[in-house]
């Protein structure tokens, strides 16, 4: 039941209540020195909850020297796992061994803390190959299990059961197996996030994907498949953005009040040329996990930047208790000087669910 986000639904309507405002100058701090942090995910527990080590919530991030640009940090990307009380952030260190990942890098995915045993979960997503000597955009889909020590620092440990635990089939899902990409123009097959259905107790692995239709360039869909076992089924996609946009970015979903919010970000230079849309959080609702859907807000739009700082905000998290996590990404520099990349955790949002409305309020 593939629900279609179509150009036409983009057109704005009012939506003055969905801008977020701007980030005050000299308001944000790096978290850990020397590095870049951006997609910031929390490692929740079995209630669906951010997990907590001895009183500290625990979320990850990808990171890379802060030395690189923009566009290069998404070449040295690990994941690394943070703390947090209150307002100060810890430093735990590169989540995973080096050598471990079946990438030359680590992209986005989604963590599940078991309190009782301290085993933890990931899914994550491999960019390139392991020991590339020049990096490639294959992008594949990794489960891996370790345990976590509390401690300063914490740490994981014990690695196993590391597998690819989901492939592009080709029929619904183009494989990602480029060797050269340019950023939002690529193929792709990332950003696992797994999420229980409530109504029949089963779990979907929802993910961002291109479809494989050779006559269109812009193929982003949100991609879907349900566990069957230790098996991960490819089901149709949930949401089509064929003709519209490339990519759909960290796929996520909350039930709130029996109704199933889907997310994705995407930024306004992966849209059809001809299509004026901002980059922001889009998502759509259902009244049931498998749709079909229509868009919130009439046209998707559930977040976007101010228009003085339309890229200051990005990869956008919606949790359970409807808090919004992102991270700052291009600021205003000074007048005639280019955006500024910050690469760190940005003021957390909050949305207002009602039905199908959405609006944006600052925590």
């Given at each position: ?15 003055t209540h969905t801008v977020i405002p701007a980030i005050p ?54 994941i690394r796992l943070l703390s947090v009380t209150g307002t ?70 014990d690695w196993t059961d590391h597998r690819e635990c989901l ?197």
């Open positions: 039941m593939t629900s279609s986000w179509t150009a036409s639904l983009l057109r704005s309507r009012g939506d100058a000299g308001s944000l701090r790096q978290l850990v020195a020397g590095l870049h942090l951006w997609d910031f995910w929390p490692v929740y527990d079995a209630g669906g909850e951010v997990a907590t080590v001895d009183r500290r919530q625990l979320w990850m991030a990808l990171s890379a020297p802060d030395h690189l640009s923009r566009d290069q940090r998404h070449d040295r990307a690990r100060m952030w810890r430093d735990e260190g590169n989540l995973l061994p080096d050598g471990f990942s079946a990438g030359s890098r680590e992209w986005s995915g989604c963590a599940f803390l078991n309190a009782r045993t301290g085993s933890l979960t990931l899914y994550y997503t491999a960019a390139g190959e392991r020991g590339e000597t020049a990096t490639t955009y294959r992008q594949r889909i990794f489960e891996a299990h370790g345990k976590l020590r509390p401690g300063t620092p914490i740490v994981t440990t492939e592009a089939d080709g029929t619904w899902y183009r494989p990602a197996t480029e060797t050269k990409a340019a950023p939002g123009f690529m193929t792709a097959f990332r950003d696992p996030y797994i999420v229980a259905d409530p109504a029949g107790g089963e779990e979907y692995m929802l993910f961002a994907g291109s479809s494989p239709r050779e006559d269109e360039r812009y193929n982003g869909v949100v991609g879907v498949a349900r566990r069957a076992g230790s098996r991960w089924i490819p089901q149709p996609p949930l949401i089509s953005a064929v003709g519209v946009n490339m990519e759909l970015e960290r796929p996520h979903a909350i039930i709130f009040e029996g109704r199933y919010y889907l997310f994705w970000s995407t930024q306004s230079h992966t849209f059809h040329p001809r299509i004026d849309a901002p980059t922001g959080l889009y998502g759509m609702v259902a009244s049931a996990m498998m749709g079909p859907y229509v868009p919130i807000n009439g046209n998707g739009l559930v977040m976007r930047n101010p228009s003085e700082a339309p890229s200051q905000t990005y990869a956008w998290q919606v949790l359970n208790d409807l808090s919004v996590v992102s991270f700052a990404d291009l600021l205003p520099g000074m007048p005639s000087a280019p955006p500024i990349f910050v690469g760190t955790i940005a003021p957390m949002m909050r949305l207002v669910l009602n039905g199908e409305r959405a609006t944006a309020q600052s925590l």
